[in-house]
């Protein structure tokens, strides 16, 4: 099994061309994670601009089974850059069993949907704070202004304020929180 323990990490401004900007863990059926007390600060994935947009400015999981807690997110970024590739600002999850977030703060991130996590799988967040993450396509309606979901989302005793959607002009966008929808 392809597996990660991170405890009390710091990653900071780290970019990455396609997945996660601080840490990609791309184990489809094998892959285990596991981080405590960390703090990913400023990663940026994608290129910007109209060239190559990204998943998961800090992170993007692709295994069975994830635990984050205790973790804070600050200021990363997964811009959109004309292509719809640019999800989740701070998470992109497709877990094929669970991510937990738990006990964790988001804050301050931007994506083109999801501006704190994109979910394509199982999520569950947990006595978590996401605040103040946005997305922005000016080409296309962006979804989520905290989370963007096409998978399974369960929330609990979490806190989701002043996150906005962004979209261009004379486009909508979805879900100033949360967007779920078809994928």
Do not use: C, H, K, W
Not at 12 to 20: I, K, P, W, Y
Not at 55 to 61: I, S, Y
Request: charged share 10%; net charge negative.
């Amino acid at each position: 099994a392809s597996t990660l323990v991170s405890n009390t990490d710091v990653f900071e401004t780290n970019t990455a061309r396609s997945a996660g900007g601080a840490i990609a863990l791309d184990a489809p059926g094998t892959g285990q994670m596991q981080l405590f007390d960390g703090l990913l600060v400023g990663n940026t994935v994608g290129e910007g601009g109209l060239s190559f947009s990204g998943q998961g400015g800090a992170l993007e999981f692709r295994g069975i089974i994830g635990l984050i807690e205790d973790t804070q997110f600050l200021n990363n970024t997964a811009p959109e850059s004309g292509d719809g590739n640019g999800l989740g600002g701070a998470i992109y999850n497709a877990a094929t069993l669970e991510l937990i977030l738990a006990d964790s703060t988001i804050s301050g991130s931007n994506a083109g949907d999801g501006g704190a996590i994109y979910n394509e799988g199982i999520l569950s967040v947990a006595r978590s704070t996401l605040v103040s993450n946005s997305v922005t396509d000016p080409g296309v309606e962006p979804r989520g202004g905290a989370i963007a979901s096409t998978g399974t989302l369960n929330l609990s005793n979490s806190t989701l304020s002043g996150n906005v959607v962004n979209p261009g002009p004379g486009n909508t966008g979805d879900g100033g929180a949360v967007a779920v929808f078809a994928g």
